[in-house]
């Protein structure tokens, strides 16, 4: 079984762009598991100049997504990883 939440997310994790490497975001993630989406509000360290694309090799790597309400991002599968 799950552990249940917490008051909120604590840890902080880097997301890089799979192709190049480039650091994209600080994201306080919650949970454990994959990452497949991103609450922009959670972002936060945003390192993009353009949403959605790295500003380094200028390749897509998610979608503009809204969430319960909530802007988020929507990861593309395996564009990004994240430690
Ligand atoms: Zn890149």
């Not at 500003?55 to 979608?63: D, S, T, W």
């Amino acid at each position: 079984m799950a552990k249940p939440n917490k008051k909120g997310p604590s840890k902080t994790v880097d997301i890089f762009c799979r192709t190049c490497n480039a650091l994209l975001f600080k994201y306080r993630k919650g949970g454990k598991g994959a990452l497949v989406k991103s609450f922009k509000t959670r972002i936060s360290q945003d390192h993009t100049l353009v949403p959605c694309i790295c500003p380094n090799c200028q390749k897509p790597f998610a979608r503009e997504v809204i969430i319960r309400g909530l802007p988020a991002y929507k990861f593309i599968g395996g564009k990004v990883w994240f430690k």
